[in-house]
Structures are given as structure tokens and as C-alpha cells.
T-cell receptor
């Protein structure tokens, strides 16, 4: 079956760095996505990786290793507004998005 | 439109009733997805449209759920004989086929009492 695993919850301090991991097992691979979702709101796109390596976009970076079925989202200089759920999703061979349950990130002052 | 629009934003219905949830995608987006999201969970795939046809409806949980997209733009998700377990946020997303980004609507929060 297809499976996306990520931690349920993480806590970090304002101004610090946090890494949210995601491992996956899917039928084919056409890219991995990270979305941010604030409580009661729709998910919003953060990043897309299809090749191995690190993609940097401002305070957020996303890493992919296809051979290991592994990705992480790195958030730097954390701000209180970064408190949200972070969803990992993989596009499978049918171009369908398979979603993880999300990681709830709590930022403390 | 400027973004994906879903109506209503909230719907409370009695067990056994019929409901319709509407999604108006971004203009020009031929791919449209319906998801269901329960509290603390990631989105659960329901159905995917490419144009007017349902390219994949394998996520619909049972025959009480049905969706249409007659003109290839607006889609309606229909739920018959609603049950309390149907309570969730129903999300709609659209994009160009095989695009790297899907745009989500704000969702419809369905509560079955």
C-alpha cells in the first residue's frame, strides 16, 4: 500500500530552526510537496521537489532523497506565525497526491 | 475567478438528509479534486476530474457520495442519506494537469447532527 509518515506534533522556540521529516512508500513517484495549513484554513503550497537535493526558498528549505524515500522541511528563524500544520504529499505514478496526516508545529516564545 | 471558491462555507444538516457542496475552480484549470479532511488528519482523496469526466473516483467511500462537473468548470459533490461520520471539512482543489501546485478552496465544513 501507499504510506506517508511524518511526526504528529513538534514544538520549537521562536527564532530557532526546526526540521520536519517525511518518509514515503508510494506506487511511483512524480514529486513531493510540502503544504502549510493554519487551523481552519485551506492548505497553501510551500515547496516541490522532484530531484534529489535541497531547494531553498527564503526561510524555508526542502530536501529530497528518492533512494531513501525521505524528505524534510527546514524552517529557519521561526516566527510565531509559523505555528501551523505542515503536510507532506507525494504525487504517485497516476499523478494523484497521497497525503500524510500532517505535523502540527507549535512555536513557543 | 481569482481563487478556488467553495460554497457554502458551513453546512449543518440532519442525519439522513441530502446535501450538495459546490466548488468553483480557478478559470482555465481543467483538473479538479475533492478531498475530505477530518480533524488532525491530512486530506483524504475522494475524486479527481479531468475536464467533465471523473478520471478517478476510487476515493469515494460508498454509493451515497457522487460528484459531477457537467461543463468542465464548477463541480458539485452530492451526499445522500448523510451520516454523522460524514462530518468533516470538504476541500476542493484545482490545477492544470500534472502541474506542480494545486490551489485549494477554503473548504466546506459539514456537520451532520
Amino acid at each position: 500500500g501507499q504510506n506517508i509518515d511524518q511526526p504528529t506534533e513538534m514544538t520549537a522556540t521562536e527564532g530557532a530552526i526546526v526540521q520536519i521529516n517525511c518518509t514515503y512508500q508510494t506506487s511511483g513517484f512524480n514529486g513531493l510537496f510540502w503544504y502549510q495549513q493554519h487551523a481552519g484554513e485551506a492548505p497553501t503550497f510551500l515547496s516541490y521537489n522532484v530531484l534529489d537535493g535541497l531547494e531553498e526558498k527564503g526561510r524555508f528549505s526542502s530536501f529530497l532523497s528518492r533512494s531513501k524515500g525521505y524528505s524534510y522541511l527546514l524552517l529557519k528563524e521561526l516566527q510565531m506565525k509559523d505555528s501551523a500544520s505542515y503536510l507532506c504529499a507525494v504525487m504517485d505514478s497516476n499523478y494523484q497526491l497521497i497525503w500524510g496526516a500532517g505535523t502540527k508545529l507549535i512555536i513557543k516564545p | 475567478g481569482a481563487g478556488v471558491s467553495q460554497t457554502p462555507s458551513n453546512k449543518v444538516t440532519e442525519k439522513g438528509k441530502y446535501v450538495e457542496l459546490r466548488c468553483d475552480p480557478i478559470s482555465g484549470h481543467t483538473a479538479l479534486y475533492w478531498y475530505r479532511q477530518s480533524l488532525g488528519q491530512g486530506p483524504e482523496f475522494l475524486i479527481y476530474f479531468q475536464g467533465t469526466g471523473a478520471a478517478d473516483d476510487s476515493g469515494l467511500p460508498n454509493d451515497r457520495f457522487f460528484a459531477v462537473r457537467p461543463e468542465g468548470s464548477v463541480s458539485t459533490l452530492k451526499i445522500q442519506r448523510t451520516e454523522r461520520g460524514d462530518s468533516a471539512v470538504y476541500l476542493c482543489a484545482s490545477n492544470f494537469p500534472r502541474s506542480t501546485e494545486a490551489f485549494f478552496g477554503q473548504g466546506t465544513r459539514l456537520t451532520v447532527v
